[in-house]
């Protein structure tokens, strides 16, 4: 299985900042790494896919970038409703793995 | 609009059986991709399985293999992960999730539609 790892896993942040959360993978997966937000009490919603193609209906204030074993999600600035869980996902083999999580809260 | 509709919530005693369900509407169920997500209480996310309900193909995760079943019904568009002996680390919310988006020729593996979640409660 390839094992993915993120980086922090928490921070606290102010609204207006610029996030950058790393996400690692044990192996080379290209491009194949997806990102989701999750709030408390509620399921998870797509951000970006193939490491850096923003989901319809997502603000561009988030950015993906990456290829291979490292990965970054940008937030340009934080607004208050993306104080949440991140996760990363590798789709390029079986199991499609999350990385263990990054809460984002208010310092 | 595509929805994918969870059963409700269960509490069951360990060593009993349970089946849920996640039904999809909106759109093509048999042509995509259906996985299951396991949330245990204040942790991450662990893909558990897939399965394509067009011909039954089920990929699973090796840590849940033979710990679950995921099976379909393309007939009325529901998919389902069942337990045969319920432990009670079996406790957590389980997702279902529509698998894969193509656009331009290009098909993609992510999960863009979620269920609302199924909490189930495993407590002697």
């Known amino acids: 299985d390839i094992q993915m790892t993120q980086s922090p896993s928490s921070l606290s942040t102010s609204v207006g900042d610029r996030v950058t959360i790393t996400c690692r993978a044990s192996q080379s997966i290209s491009s194949y790494l997806n990102w989701y937000q999750q709030k408390p009490g509620k399921a998870p919603k797509l951000l970006i896919y193939a490491a850096s193609s923003l989901q319809s209906g997502v603000p561009s204030r988030f950015s993906g970038s990456g290829s291979g074993t490292d990965f970054t999600l940008t937030i340009s600035s934080l607004q208050p409703e993306d104080f949440a869980t991140y996760y990363c996902q590798q789709s390029y083999s079986t199991p499609f793995t999350f990385g263990p999580g990054t809460k984002v809260d208010i310092k | 609009e595509v929805q994918l509709v969870q059963s409700g919530a269960e509490v069951k005693k360990p060593g009993e059986s349970l089946k849920i369900s996640c039904k999809g509407s909106g759109y093509s169920f048999a042509s995509y991709w259906i996985g299951w997500v396991r949330q245990m209480p204040g942790k991450g996310l662990e893909w558990m399985g897939i399965?394509?309900?067009?011909?039954?193909?089920?990929r699973y995760s090796p840590s849940f293999q033979g710990q679950v079943t995921i099976s379909a019904d393309k007939s009325i568009s529901t998919a389902y992960l069942q337990w045969s002996s319920l432990k009670a680390s079996d406790t957590a919310m389980y997702y279902c999730?529509?698998?894969?988006?193509?656009?331009?020729?290009?098909?993609?593996?992510?999960?863009?539609?979620w269920g609302q979640g199924t909490l189930v409660t495993v407590s002697s």
């Open positions: 399965i394509y309900p067009g011909d039954s193909d089920t």
């Open positions: 999730a529509r698998q894969g988006y193509c656009s331009g020729g290009t098909c993609y593996v992510l999960f863009d539609y």
